[in-house]
């Protein structure tokens, strides 16, 4: 593994743990050079879902994109971190057990909105706000009245 910092290929493993419910093995590495620390993970390769797109494109599956969604949902709101890589985590397992090689960006949207109810009403309006792509206010307003019986 080549140092990201001064690119030597001579490091040490002083830190290794299973994540992802047991799916990916995460190692702290210090470079034998520079001594700097960066972090690997290591995980079976599956096949890869592909993800198919509303204009008929197939792209891999990314679980980046998960991530930065969620994490645009619940800007400023009393969600961790590590709560919004639990979400994508379980996202991510879910597609790669479907047994199916396709999924399509719709579904993908209605199971991240799912989620993000279950964890907090504000960050699930603001994915739906962009993922439905709202035409008027009142689109805006019926979905918010799915949640005008509590406070958040």
Request: aromatic content about 8%.
């Amino acid at each position: 593994m080549k140092c990201p910092f001064c690119h030597n290929d001579s490091d040490k493993v002083v830190d290794s743990r299973v994540v992802r419910n047991g799916y990916t093995v995460r190692r702290r590495r210090e470079c034998l050079e520079c001594g700097r620390r960066y972090t690997t993970y290591e995980y079976i390769e599956e096949t890869q879902v592909l993800v198919i797109k509303k204009d008929g494109r197939r792209v891999p599956f990314d679980r980046a994109k998960i991530v930065d969604g969620l994490r645009l949902a619940c800007r400023k709101r009393p969600i961790s971190a590590d709560k919004i890589e639990s979400v994508a985590n379980s996202i991510e397992i879910e597609m790669n057990e479907r047994g199916s090689l396709e999924v399509s960006s719709s579904e993908i949207g209605e199971i991240v909105m799912e989620r993000l109810a279950e964890i907090d009403r504000v960050a699930y309006v603001r994915f739906a706000s962009v993922y439905r792509s709202f035409d008027d206010v009142g689109e805006f307003q019926a979905e918010v009245e799915k949640f005008s019986g509590g406070e958040d």
